[in-house]
């Protein structure tokens, strides 16, 4: 039989039970307590590949991630030991909680009770470290500890901007850490349509380029409490219909585009707002194509049209170099919206395929690898935008069906796009999105 441990471990057997607290006393056993002090992780530990299986077999002087993502994991320990014998286990997805990993302790003694015991360890972040203490008290633990999680780099608010209604305009509407769309902020800087936005300094944003009645180079900052600053002298070849995303954890990217034809060029952007000049551009020249952030610290530019639809890939390092093109999974389009989601994966989704539009989906993983298509939800349409919000998840807006609509569609974390939310604001297409702090 086995009990779930939290901070504290329980042993039942026999009829008896063993609470162990997480300073290593024994609450009640039927005997006298015992006190146990931990002491910190040393070293001459190797750890191992992260274990997935629902059994294994534990070996002394490793450390072992458990991720019970899928399943439960029974672990065998060690059938003989010595003094001294160290092992750890850590809980690699912070899982434990619904799926516990099980001790048996093989034939020897844990924490003084006998092989008839099983123990189970069950929260999530949960570190234990295990040293073998001789034939008497056998196993004990010298860490049972929880980490905390490490709080997620993404922003907790976003921002759509400009567009157009058939007029330009730089209006902005905000968005809540709880996906909820505000009503029109009046416009600051030159209104225009076909712009970019993204992040940049960990929790401000930047829109840039877009057409105000001829191609322009301009930018927009967004302070960490998203207020839309005047514009900024324009840097780089004026252009429209690129994206943007984020990389490196604090930097920006404006990549792709139309400048009087399609162009590849690529402009970065520094962990303080600054747009640098034209980098000579990778992959194929396109426009109209999405941008969104992957792997914490990279990005990825996909889709768009070269004059021919396409479903081309290009990623981009966590020092903003751009790859060249990776072949395209999923139907292809132009005019579709990215984001990130889940803390360090990405999606894209809508656009126009060459008969319709669409509300497809492709999701990417944390290592930039574009999935097939989800089926699409909610209202299909073109020349939307796409940013995070709530740190781990993604909010699609706006753009146009047969008209401009301002509709939105929420994105869990972990990828899955909910149905049509009503619109708020100011229906209009052409329109960029980033997130902020």
């Not at 850590?90 to 123990?119: E, K, P």
């Not at 952030?293 to 890939?313: H, M, P, Q």
Request: charged share 15%.
């Amino acid at each position: 039989m086995s009990g779930i441990i939290g901070s504290k471990i329980n042993i039942r057997g026999s009829g008896r039970i063993a609470k162990l607290g997480t300073d290593g006393q024994v609450l009640t056993s039927g005997g006298a307590g015992v006190q146990v002090n931990y002491e910190d992780v040393v070293g001459g530990i190797s750890w191992q590949a992260v274990e997935t299986g629902s059994t294994m077999t534990a070996v002394a002087g490793n450390a072992y991630p458990i991720n019970t993502t899928s399943n439960q994991c029974t672990i065998t320990l060690p059938s003989s030991a010595s003094n001294g014998d160290e092992i750890i286990f850590a809980d690699y997805d912070r899982t434990w909680g619904t799926n516990s990993i099980i001790l048996d302790s093989n034939g020897l003694n844990y924490q003084g009770q006998d092989d008839t015991y099983d123990v189970e360890y069950g929260t999530d972040g949960q570190n234990v470290s295990i040293v073998y203490s001789g034939a008497t008290k056998g196993w004990i633990p010298t860490l049972d500890k929880t980490v905390a999680e490490a709080p997620f780099k993404g922003n907790d608010n976003g921002i759509f901007g400009y567009g157009t209604t058939g007029s330009v305009s730089s209006l902005t509407n905000l968005v809540s850490n709880a996906g909820v769309v505000a009503a029109d902020v009046t416009g600051v800087g030159t209104a225009r349509y076909y712009i970019a936005a993204c992040e940049y300094g960990g929790d401000k944003g930047i829109f840039g380029y877009g057409n105000d009645g001829s191609v322009s180079s301009l930018s927009n900052l967004v302070s960490s409490s998203g207020v839309v600053a005047s514009d900024v002298t324009g840097v780089g070849t004026a252009r429209e219909q690129l994206a943007a995303c984020s990389y490196g954890d604090d930097k920006g990217i404006f990549g792709f585009g139309r400048a009087g034809s399609v162009v590849s060029m690529t402009n970065l952007v520094s962990n303080a707002g600054v747009v640098a000049t034209d980098v000579t551009g990778v992959g194929s020249a396109r426009r109209y194509l999405g941008a969104c952030e992957f792997g914490d610290d990279k990005g990825i530019f996909g889709y768009g049209t070269t004059g021919s639809i396409v479903s081309l890939t290009n990623l981009v390092s966590n020092a903003g170099v751009v790859a060249t093109d990776t072949t395209g999974v999923g139907t292809a389009r132009n005019n579709p919206a990215a984001c990130g989601y889940g803390g360090d994966k990405g999606i894209f989704a809508y656009g126009y395929d060459g008969g319709a539009v669409t509300a497809v989906s492709n999701l990417v993983s944390n290592s930039g690898v574009v999935a097939t298509d989800v089926t699409g939800v909610g209202t299909a349409r073109e020349l939307l935008a796409a940013c995070e919000y709530g740190r781990d998840k993604g909010i699609f807006g706006f753009g146009v069906i047969s008209s401009a609509t301002a509709v939105t569609n929420l994105v869990s974390n972990v990828g899955v796009v909910a149905t049509d939310v009503s619109g708020v604001g100011t229906a209009r297409y052409g329109i960029g999105a980033c997130s902020y702090n």
